[in-house]
T-cell receptor, first 112, second 115 residues
Framework: NAGVTQTPKFQVLKTGQSMTLQCAQDMNHEYMSWYRQDPGMGLRLIHYSVGAGITDQGEVPNGYNVSRSTTEDFPLRLLSAAPSQTSVYFC???????????FGPGTRLTVL | AQKVTQAQTEISVVEKEDVTLDCVYETRDTTYYLFWYKQPPSGELVFLIRRNSFDEQNEISGRYSWNFQKSTSSFNFTITASQVVDSAVYFCALSERNAGNMLTFGGGTRLMVKP
């Protein structure tokens, strides 16, 4: 099993550009989520999904979109990148928010 | 709203010392789950433990132990005889049954174990 995979590992964007961070899991988990990690602020939940076709906002959803067309994939879209979105992004999956989360390796995003 | 506070942003110890990482949480729910995750310098996040609100028994796993006290809303993590490989950022997290599947993390504690 590959677990949770994320692509790309690193990305540099200019302000105003859009892009999609990819996340996939092969553990048949219904629950998937996206976090951003900033120094001193821990991980903050951006969006999450409890199954295909179901998504909801987390703590810091502004500027990001998600969709969940399959159980395996949960892409995160940045609509118009801003320097405040410079961060490390982690995707995770698990059997619900109440259980162990399996994290991807992260994507380090820099917005200039 | 659920909240997790890790007041210690950085701790530095010498190898073989014991160290306790504090975690204080806030919740209005009676059913909730607490977690600890480790993030070593390589950056990945590793699950350490999960505890539900109805199980206040302390847990020990090798050199690691966890003290869950509902009376003080704390879920502290102790490493006995620390080793250099324990150097990492440690996160405490909380999920409430009625919080709509949201998992909230504390700000993390960076532990540096010096040889």
């Amino acid at each position: 099993n590959a677990g949770v995979t994320q692509t790309p590992k690193f990305q540099v964007l200019k302000t105003g550009q859009s892009m999609t961070l990819q996340c996939a899991q092969d553990m048949n988990h219904e629950y998937m989520s996206w976090y951003r990690q900033d120094p001193g602020m821990g991980l903050r939940l951006i969006h999450y999904s409890v199954g295909a076709g179901i998504t909801d906002q987390g703590e810091v959803p502004n500027g990001y979109n998600v969709s969940r067309s399959t159980t395996e994939d949960f892409p995160l879209r940045l609509l118009s990148a801003a320097p405040s979105q410079t961060s490390v992004y982690f995707c995770a999956s698990g059997q619900g928010a109440y259980n162990e989360q399996f994290f991807g390796p992260g994507t380090r995003l820099t917005v200039l | 709203a659920q909240k997790v506070t890790q007041a210690q942003t950085e701790i530095s110890v010498v190898e073989k010392e014991d160290v306790t990482l504090d975690c204080v949480y806030e919740t209005r729910d009676t059913t909730y789950y607490l977690f600890w995750y480790k993030q070593p310098p390589s950056g990945e996040l590793v699950f350490l433990i999960r505890r539900n609100s109805f199980d206040e028994q302390n847990e020990i796993s090798g050199r690691y132990s966890w003290n869950f006290q509902k009376s003080t809303s704390s879920f502290n993590f102790t490493i006995t005889a620390s080793q250099v490989v324990d150097s990492a950022v440690y996160f405490c997290a909380l999920s409430e049954r009625n919080a709509g599947n949201m998992l909230t993390f504390g700000g993390g504690t960076r532990l540096m174990v010096k040889p």
